[in-house]
């Protein structure tokens, strides 16, 4: 696609329950990175992902938090057991290039956990 | 691990005055910066970055910044603002000599715009 697709735009659960957000990075980018926008707090790094390598997981908050990618592509993030904490948008990103860390947003994923 | 300060959470400002959203980061022997914008209910795009070569970078619709190494500092500028500045703008840093977190950016808290007729 043109640029990176996130779902759901928006996502209300209650707390305990588990939740997946997918990400759809811009074709042909090797680089997928999933952040955390709170109100005040800027923007979180969880987790990063480049091609074949190991992911970067040392932004994960806890281990109720997880998230793969299949073939290179997509992207889920999973939460289990939430927490009204983790509230927030959800923000994934891809890159081609790895080196200049230029990123291409998608317009997140919005949790609410009441 | 880098850290980026944005001094101002908010700037308020009136239409067609200019504007200076000031950014510091953690020092590094070399770094990349960015500036973000996040428009309202959009994803953040890219304002203008610095790798390398002249310290003044302009970027999109007339900002640019100005890379102080001596000061650690990218501080974004406009000479005149537009009511359709309004938005959220995010300082970021790449810290290429850091291995695995080679592409990972490190990003400041934010800083809102708000232009006012």
């Known amino acids: 696609g043109a640029g990176v697709s996130q779902s759901p735009s928006n996502k209300v659960t209650e707390k305990g329950k588990d939740v997946e957000l997918r990400c759809d990075p811009i074709s042909g980018h090797t680089a997928l990175y999933w952040y955390r926008q709170s109100l005040g707090q800027g923007l979180e790094f969880l987790i990063y992902?480049?091609?074949?390598?190991?992911?970067?997981k040392s932004g994960l908050p806890s281990d109720r938090f997880s998230a793969e990618r299949t073939g290179g592509s997509v992207s889920t993030l999973t939460i289990q057991r939430t927490q009204q904490e983790d509230s927030a948008v959800y923000l994934c990103?891809?890159?081609?290039?790895?080196?200049?860390?230029?990123?291409?947003f998608g317009e997140g994923s919005r949790l609410t956990v009441l | 691990a880098q850290s980026v300060t944005q001094l101002d959470s908010q700037v308020p400002v009136f239409e067609e005055a200019p504007v200076e959203l000031r950014c510091n980061y953690s020092?590094?022997?070399?770094?990349?910066l960015f500036w973000y914008v996040q428009y309202p209910n959009q994803g953040l795009q890219l304002l203008l970055k610095y790798l390398s070569g002249s310290t003044l970078v302009k970027g999109i619709n007339g900002f640019e910044a100005e890379f102080n190494k001596s000061q650690t500092s990218f501080h974004l500028r406009k000479p005149s603002v537009h009511i359709s500045d309004t938005a959220e703008y995010f300082c970021?840093?790449?810290?290429?000599?850091?291995?695995?977190?080679?592409?990972?950016?490190?990003f400041g808290r934010g800083t809102q715009l708000t232009v006012w007729p």
């Open positions: 970021a840093v790449s810290d290429p000599d850091r291995g695995s977190t080679l592409g990972r950016l490190y």
């Open positions: 020092s590094s022997v070399s770094v990349y």
């Open positions: 990103a891809s890159s081609r290039d790895r080196g200049t860390g230029e990123l291409f």
């Open positions: 992902f480049q091609g074949n390598s190991a992911p970067d």
